[in-house]
């Protein structure tokens, strides 16, 4: 048995059509979701690279002040333990750089663009040679392997054709904008709405080329021996914002759901979970416990805040948590729960879910009580987390689980 993790960072959970979106094109992703198991509500942990990819490899949640230098659980350690071959395929320095990654047996170095200006096909683009990387390797390939794979043109190469553009133009709308580089704002008081439009026209082509691309992933999967017996996940490192906070591109680490909420799907040979979704709270660091149970290799270290999915996607369980707590002891902190989303900040802000997707509405000063639940709430997780006594969390109150009447 083989795996595939396919982690693309950027990707807007707003622009799937699995996700609600009907205005992209993503036929691929829709194949996707209806083979694959979907979580709609996966939180990452943190938005910076090298706590995320603690938190995948390595299962220690970023809140976790001490880094062990001496990472013996990890998820590739783990696989190679059990003779199954790793290899990081990436185009992001900062992943191939990781601490973590040299226990991964093989490292590919994805190419980075030559140039940021539009392609003149899809074939052209920088995502479609990043493709074409990844299926020479799996023809290449021979099993049990786990080839984990982090793109990061989302972040930093718009170079979809320009004609992708133009396919999201409606009547009456200005001309979108030429430029392949990747914008970077605050929008501004009084803010020209034709500035987020053609950004977001933009950020729309390079989704209908990153959905090209996997189409051929899949196509490939199809195709080949090796493909009938791959576990395949696919996930975001992080959302793009598009204006919902006035914020557009990487400007700050602010933990609304544009940043934190992302897609996640998971493929499995048997077709177990497939075309079914679950609403459970849940975390990229759940797929290293996943893989470890659907390998039936032991569990993760001591410092694992993860749970494997293999439940939920059975039907056994409907959920694994009733809480994500999400930061750093060096950044903004919030904790989701099923009907609430708080950011820790002062003063606190408080957002009803999963009603209030993009935290539109802050009820945080109609709300005291449940503030102060999930306030305590919070100290709990964080004072049993550096404990290592995740187990031992109070339940939360029916207030904190189902909201308010």
């Given at each position: 048995?083989?795996?595939?993790?396919?982690?693309?960072?950027?990707?807007h959970?707003?622009?799937?059509?699995?996700?609600?979106?009907?205005?992209?094109?993503?036929?691929?992703?829709d194949?996707?979701?209806?083979?694959?198991?979907?979580?709609d509500?996966?939180?990452?942990?943190?938005?910076?690279?090298?706590?995320?990819?603690?938190s995948?490899?390595?299962?220690?949640?970023p809140?976790?002040?001490?880094?062990?230098?001496?990472?013996?659980a990890?998820?590739?350690?783990?696989?190679?333990?059990?003779?199954?071959?790793?290899?990081?395929?990436?185009?992001?320095l900062?992943?191939?750089?990781?601490p973590?990654?040299?226990?991964?047996?093989?490292?590919?170095?994805?190419d980075?663009?030559?140039?940021?200006?539009?392609?003149?096909?899809?074939?052209?683009?920088?995502?479609?040679?990043?493709?074409?990387?990844?299926i020479?390797?799996?023809?290449?390939?021979?099993?049990?392997?786990?080839l984990?794979?982090?793109?990061?043109?989302m972040?930093?190469?718009?170079?979809?054709?320009?004609?992708?553009?133009?396919?999201?133009?409606?009547?009456?709308?200005?001309?979108?904008?030429?430029?392949?580089?990747?914008?970077?704002?605050?929008?501004?008081?009084?803010?020209?709405?034709?500035?987020?439009?053609?950004?977001?026209?933009?950020?729309?082509?390079?989704v209908?080329?990153?959905?090209?691309?996997?189409?051929?992933?899949?196509?490939?999967?199809?195709?080949?021996?090796?493909?009938?017996?791959t576990l395949?996940?696919?996930?975001?490192?992080?959302?793009?914002?598009?204006?919902?906070?006035?914020?557009?591109?990487?400007?700050?680490?602010?933990l609304?759901?544009?940043?934190?909420?992302?897609?996640?799907?998971?493929?499995?040979?048997?077709?177990?979970?497939?075309a079914?979704?679950?609403?459970?709270?849940?975390a990229?660091?759940?797929?290293?416990?996943?893989?470890?149970e659907?390998?039936?290799?032991?569990?993760?270290?001591?410092a694992?805040?993860?749970?494997?999915?293999?439940?939920?996607?059975?039907?056994?369980?409907?959920?694994?948590?009733?809480?994500?707590?999400?930061?750093?002891?060096?950044?903004?902190?919030?904790?989701?729960?099923?009907?609430?989303?708080?950011?820790?900040?002062?003063?606190?802000?408080?957002?009803?879910?999963?009603?209030?997707?993009?935290?539109?509405?802050d009820?945080?000063?109609?709300?005291?009580?449940?503030?102060e639940?999930?306030?305590?709430?919070a100290?709990?997780?964080?004072s049993?987390?550096?404990?290592?006594?995740?187990?031992?969390?109070?339940?939360l109150g029916?207030?904190?689980?189902?909201?308010?009447?």
């Amino acid at each position: 048995m083989n795996a595939i993790c396919l982690v693309i960072d950027r990707w807007h959970l707003g622009h799937v059509g699995a996700y609600g979106n009907a205005w992209i094109e993503t036929p691929s992703f829709d194949r996707m979701a209806c083979e694959a198991f979907t979580f709609d509500q996966a939180l990452i942990s943190s938005p910076r690279t090298n706590e995320f990819y603690r938190s995948l490899w390595q299962g220690r949640h970023p809140l976790l002040r001490d880094v062990d230098s001496t990472p013996a659980a990890d998820l590739p350690r783990q696989l190679a333990q059990a003779r199954i071959a790793t290899t990081l395929m990436t185009d992001e320095l900062a992943v191939a750089n990781h601490p973590l990654a040299a226990g991964f047996d093989e490292l590919v170095g994805l190419d980075p663009p030559e140039r940021i200006t539009a392609a003149d096909d899809v074939g052209a683009t920088h995502l479609a040679g990043c493709f074409a990387q990844i299926i020479d390797w799996l023809g290449a390939a021979e099993g049990p392997f786990m080839l984990w794979v982090h793109l990061s043109s989302m972040a930093n190469c718009w170079d979809a054709p320009y004609s992708f553009r133009e396919r999201y133009v409606e009547p009456g709308d200005p001309d979108p904008p030429h430029s392949a580089e990747v914008p970077q704002l605050i929008l501004p008081d009084g803010f020209d709405p034709d500035t987020l439009l053609g950004i977001t026209q933009s950020y729309a082509a390079q989704v209908s080329v990153l959905d090209a691309c996997f189409g051929a992933l899949l196509e490939s999967l199809d195709e080949s021996p090796t493909g009938r017996d791959t576990l395949l996940a696919v996930l975001s490192a992080r959302g793009f914002p598009l204006g919902e906070h006035r914020q557009v591109g990487a400007r700050g680490e602010t933990l609304h759901s544009e940043l934190v909420h992302v897609p996640m799907m998971i493929r499995l040979p048997d077709a177990l979970g497939a075309a079914r979704r679950s609403q459970a709270l849940v975390a990229p660091a759940d797929l290293g416990p996943t893989l470890t149970e659907w390998w039936s290799l032991d569990g993760p270290g001591p410092a694992g805040f993860g749970h494997s999915l293999l439940p939920i996607v059975r039907g056994e369980a409907p959920t694994i948590r009733d809480r994500l707590m999400l930061g750093s002891p060096t950044s903004e902190t919030a904790l989701r729960t099923p009907a609430w989303y708080m950011r820790l900040s002062e003063p606190p802000r408080l957002y009803v879910k999963p009603d209030d997707r993009w935290e539109v509405n802050d009820v945080a000063d109609r709300c005291s009580e449940v503030v102060e639940e999930l306030q305590a709430a919070a100290g709990d997780f964080q004072s049993c987390l550096q404990s290592n006594r995740l187990d031992s969390l109070q339940p939360l109150g029916e207030i904190l689980r189902n909201g308010l009447d």
